[in-house]
């Protein structure tokens, strides 16, 4: 289905990767699937998780190689992948912050979330961008307790994430 392009991100040391259930991966519906699914994971417990999640263009748009503004506006794009950030809901009241970023030729959306009822975790970071066939979502979740010392290092590594 679909081949995600390289990315690359600034990975503490102290973070281990996360085994990601197959459920998740994308793999148990090969070959065609429009589903979103998680890449890859990691976690420390002190300082929070983080993961890339990436969704087919085509359950966003029906344009091939779209840029990530054919999509739609930050708010827009995040209404359509939000419960992938959170695990359950996001409500638009939890997106105290977007904005835009170009890197190279490519467009990046970034969100701070507030959202105390994600299984993820009350503080969400999101950094979003599309490539090829695939829209690339990376997350950086903590809980209030982790948030309090590690919000610098998310957002270092949200800053970081590129494709």
């Known amino acids: 289905c679909c081949n995600v392009e390289p990315y690359e991100f ?8 996360l085994r990601v259930a197959n459920i998740l991966s994308g793999n ?3 070959p065609k699937c429009a589903e979103p699914w998680v890449e890859v994971k990691f976690e420390d417990e002190r300082q929070g998780k983080v993961q890339v999640v990436a969704s087919p263009l085509i359950r966003l748009t029906n344009r091939p190689n779209a840029t990530i503004e054919d999509i739609g506006s930050p708010e827009k ?5 939000g419960p992938f950030v959170t695990g359950n809901t996001l409500e638009p ?4 912050e977007t904005s835009v970023e ?3 030729d490519l467009t ?3 969100y701070v979330l ?3 009822l994600a299984l993820t975790g009350s503080h969400n970071l999101a950094k979003a961008t599309a490539k090829g066939s695939t829209v690339v979502l990376f997350v950086a979740s903590a ?3 982790q948030w309090q010392s590690s919000e610098k290092i998310l957002k270092a590594m949200v800053d970081s994430f590129q494709i």
């Open 102 to 104: 170009k890197i190279g």
């Open 114 to 116: 507030e959202t105390p």
């Open 28 to 30: 148990y519906c090969q």
């Open 93 to 96: 009241e939890e997106i105290i």
């Open 77 to 81: 794009l995040i209404a359509s992948l």
């Open 143 to 145: 809980s209030d307790k």
């Open 108 to 110: 990046y959306y970034s």
């Open 10 to 17: 600034i990975l503490p040391p102290t973070w281990k990767q």
